[in-house]
């Protein structure tokens, strides 16, 4: 799971929203789409934030991460 939280966190960090629905859309066949946003879109958001932390991302990365999922989740 961890990998698919991985490359999640970063199709969000690289803007690609048509991955993200495409991942989103990939992975609903198996889990709910709820299920997609506990287990692999939040503890990718939460990383992303750890990131920020860090100082390793900039606050518009997770601002943008953050649109993505919300557009998902529409």
């Known amino acids: 799971m961890k990998n ?3 490359d999640f966190m970063q ?3 690289s803007l690609d929203r048509l991955s993200a629905k ?3 859309d ?3 066949r198996q889990i709910t789409p709820i299920k997609f946003i506990e287990t692999i879109a939040v ?3 939460e990383r992303i934030g ?3 932390e860090k ?3 900039a606050l518009s990365q997770i601002y943008m991460s ?3 999922c919300e557009e998902l989740i529409d």
């Open 4 to 6: 698919i939280v991985t």
């Open 11 to 13: 199709t969000l960090l």
């Open 22 to 24: 495409q991942m989103l």
């Open 26 to 28: 990939n992975h609903t």
């Open 43 to 45: 503890p990718a958001l």
């Open 50 to 52: 750890d990131d920020w």
């Open 55 to 57: 100082g390793n991302l």
């Open 66 to 68: 953050g649109r993505i």
